[in-house]
């Protein structure tokens, strides 16, 4: 469960010290800045994105294009909990081939409301808007 409700906090300092970081651990925050020790097996910060330390899965999308738009890098294969969410003001996540997973529960559906998947033709992310009515376009990777 996500337990912080700060919509304040935008920034945050990861310790070397922790080990893990839950999906859905930033929920209701702003958080567009996170610092990781280097050293922390927790994750991982790079490509404006909080991914785990193996790089398979977005924790959270730290900051969108001046379009509004997240850009997944290819080889994630997952996508947690609350990572990218239309209330932080992201219109469009481009997902690629790779992701096999994303986490949708439907009383959070609210997360994608608002938001357009960009995805390979056939690829599981357009098979996954189309089950959960999320806006989509189909692209050519």
């Given amino acids: 469960a996500c337990f912080v409700n700060c919509y304040s906090l935008e920034e945050f300092v990861i310790p070397a010290s922790v080990t893990k970081i839950e999906e859905g651990a930033f929920e209701f925050t702003n958080i567009c800045k996170v ?12 490509n404006k994105g909080l991914y785990t330390k193996d790089e398979s899965t977005l924790l959270w999308a730290l900051e969108a294009t001046k379009d509004g738009e997240y850009i997944v890098p290819d080889g994630v294969n997952r996508i947690g909990r609350c990572a990218v969410d239309a209330n932080r003001g992201f219109t469009t996540v481009v997902i690629p081939s790779s992701v096999e997973k994303i986490y949708y529960n439907d009383n959070e559906d609210y997360h994608y409301g608002g938001l357009t ?3 390979p033709v056939g690829s599981y992310a357009i098979k996954f808007a189309k089950k959960h009515e999320i806006k989509y376009e189909e692209i050519q990777f």
């Fill in 35 to 46: 610092t990781i020790h280097s050293d922390s097996p927790a994750g991982i910060e790079k």
């Fill in 117 to 119: 998947i960009k995805a």
